[in-house]
């Protein structure tokens, strides 16, 4: 797995005016946090993890494949790149988790009597409406 603090170093943060809450504050002050992540210049990824994050995470990236992240939610500068690095850490994290394989099953005994009960049920309900309709 990939150190959360070297890949933290990385990462390149841009502030803005929000225009989320905070009343005359958000006039004033740059709380909105853009978190950009470059990775082609990455050294800490291998060439596969790149391609995984570009095609998981096409949405977020620019032409550049530059990763872009923002946050405004919050009052302060300091809680928003906050925000933003724990939202950052956590796609990467599943971006690059490998899914379980699945298991092909068979179903059992009783599943398939139970199944084979509801039909029954269901068709002796249709029946029903076809000779009240008569």
Request: glycine letters at 2%; aromatic letters at 2%.
């Amino acid at each position: 797995m990939i150190d959360k603090e070297l890949i933290i170093k990385e990462l390149r943060y841009k502030t803005s005016r929000s225009s989320g809450s905070g009343g005359q504050n958000v006039n004033k002050v740059s709380t909105k946090v853009e978190l950009r992540f470059d990775i082609d210049n990455t050294s800490l990824l291998t060439d596969t993890e790149k391609d995984t994050i570009k095609l998981k995470l096409k949405n977020r990236i620019s032409s550049e494949n530059i990763l872009i992240i923002t946050s405004d939610s919050e009052r302060t500068q300091l809680r928003n790149k906050k925000k933003v690095i724990e939202l950052f850490l956590e796609l990467l994290e599943k971006a690059l988790k490998k899914p379980k394989k699945r298991l092909k099953t068979k179903p059992t005994r009783t599943s398939k009597e139970n199944r084979l009960k509801e039909k029954k049920i269901k068709s002796e309900i249709k029946q029903s409406r076809k000779i009240n309709e008569d």
